[in-house]
Antibody, heavy 117, light 105 residues
Framework: EMQLVQSGAEVKKPGESLKISCKGS????????IGWLRQTPDKGLEWMGI????????RYNPSFEGQVTISADKSISTAYLQWSSLRASDTALYYC??????????WGQGTMVTVSS | DIQMTQSPSSLSASVGDRVIITCRTS??????LNWYQQKPGNAPKLLIF???SLQSGVPSRFSGTGSGTVFTLTVSRLQPEDFGTYYC?????????FGPGTKLD
């Protein structure tokens, strides 16, 4: 069974860095794109970017480009979403999800990130 | 950007009801439209992809139709586990915008 397991909730201060993870299991990790999505009460669900773990080809939603970095380590079947300097506006629930048939078909359980001074 | 709207924004229904949710897009997206269900505390779950294709494991009471700019999700006979929020998503562009959601309670 395809499964994505995300790292746990984080509480950070503005300006701090953060890297959250998403580990795939039950499938060939390098053959499925993984996307990162953000969910907030204000803006709903937003697609942030996507990576193909096979060659690390990464595409970003222009709204998030330069704000976050998406990466993957295929040796441990894990994708990452990272920030170098968090802002309060990064407070959100973040999901990873595999992409198939131009849709997000398998989702992680979500990682809540809270940024507050 | 493609603008996504959903109607209604909320809907009260009973077990056994037939429910229809509509998603409209600001430009023609052919059949690049997906539907998701989200329950409180859970990640979204893919129900329908490519406007009308049922995702594996999803009950057949869910169906999707439409193309171009108007799409519908129908739940033929509502079950207790169907309550939650439903989102449409376009996959025509790389942005893959989501609709604002329809809360079904």
């Amino acid at each position: 069974e395809m499964q994505l397991v995300q790292s746990g909730a984080e509480v950070k201060k503005p300006g701090e860095s953060l890297k959250i993870s998403c580990k795939g299991s039950g499938y060939n990790f390098v053959r499925h794109r993984i996307g990162w999505l953000r969910q907030t009460p204000d803006k709903g669900l937003e697609w942030m970017g996507i990576i193909f773990p096979g060659d690390s080809d990464t595409r970003y939603n222009p709204s998030f480009e330069g704000q976050v970095t998406i990466s993957a380590d295929k040796s441990i079947s894990t994708a990452y979403l990272q920030w170098s300097s968090l802002r309060a506006s990064d407070t959100a629930l973040y999901y990873c999800a595999t992409r198939s048939h131009a849709a997000f078909d398998v989702w992680g359980q979500g990682t809540m990130v809270t940024v507050s001074s | 950007d493609i603008q996504m709207t959903q109607s209604p924004s909320s809907l009260s229904a009973s077990v056994g009801d037939r429910v229809i949710i509509t998603c409209r897009t600001s430009q023609n997206i052919e059949d690049y439209l997906n539907w998701y269900q989200q329950k409180p505390g859970n990640a979204p779950k893919l129900l329908i992809f490519a406007a009308s294709s049922l995702q594996s494991g999803v009950p057949s009471r869910f169906s999707g139709t439409g193309s171009g700019t108007v799409f519908t999700l129908t739940v033929s006979r509502l079950q207790p586990e169907d309550f939650g929020t439903y989102y449409c998503q376009e996959s025509y562009t790389t942005l893959g915008s989501f609709g604002p959601g329809t809360k079904l309670d």
